[in-house]
């Protein structure tokens, strides 16, 4: 089965200073990649659906994605306060019957003004 | 953007006793799915359910859990009888379709088994 890590754990990013997340997969059964935050006791927020190798950008974030290294990584430009959350790095597979994602444990995010 | 709600919030029940979770999926969604986060994990993929039927589920979708979504209604998981280790939040989610379509969320309900 897939295992998904995350990295940092935590970080803690001056307001408008540059984020940068990473998320490694175990193996190449993922082809699909997206980035979800949740603020605390909220619902998952999808930011960045990336499916192939490169860069996508939607608003403020970055996803880029490297398959040979198995890596996703998300850039947030220019973080404020109230983008401090737990962001969460998910994969799935086209190939699949059901579209099931598999998380990572997320990384904390707290942005100080 | 699209929304999903989860009704209740919290649950809190004694051990061996039944439980409906009730999700609210987005309007036009034909995929309806259940995870499960126990507190310090990641979110674990339980069920998949589409045109009534389950199309895929983990080995933590145990005998005692059945989802179902009469009538274009909500989407429920029921878990008869309950123990102590399915305390957890579960998530529903909704996409228009498999593969590739975005995953919706709801915020989740935190069920507590005493």
């Known amino acids: 089965q897939q295992k998904v890590q995350q990295s940092p754990e935590s970080l803690t990013v001056s307001e408008g200073a540059m984020a940068s997340l990473n998320c490694t997969f175990s193996?190449?059964?993922?082809?699909?990649f997206r980035w979800y935050r949740q603020h605390s006791g909220k619902g998952l927020e999808v930011l960045v659906s990336?499916?192939?190798?490169g860069e996508k950008e939607e608003g403020s974030f970055t996803a880029h994605l490297n398959r040979a290294s198995l890596h996703v990584f998300l850039h947030i430009r220019e973080p404020q306060p109230s983008d401090s959350a737990l962001y969460l790095c998910a994969g799935g597979n086209t190939g699949g019957l059901s579209g099931k994602l598999t998380f990572g444990e997320g990384t904390q995010v707290t942005v100080i003004s | 953007g699209p929304k999903v709600l989860q009704i209740p919030s919290h649950q809190i029940i004694d051990m061996g006793q039944m439980v409906t979770l009730n999700c609210d999926p987005v309007s036009n969604h034909l995929y309806f799915y259940w995870y499960k986060q126990i507190l310090g994990q990641q979110m674990e993929f339980l069920v998949n359910f589409y045109n009534g039927k389950v199309m895929e589920k983990s080995k933590l979708f145990k005998d005692q859990f059945s989802v179902e979504r009469p009538d274009g209604s909500y989407f429920t998981l029921k878990i008869q009888p309950t123990a102590l280790e399915d305390s957890a939040v579960y998530f529903c989610?909704?996409?228009?379709?498999?593969?590739?379509?975005?995953?919706?969320f709801g915020a989740g309900t935190r069920l507590s088994v005493l």
């Open positions: 990336i499916f192939s190798d």
């Open positions: 193996d190449r059964s993922s082809d699909n």
């Open positions: 989610a909704s996409s228009s379709g498999q593969s590739q379509n975005t995953l919706y």
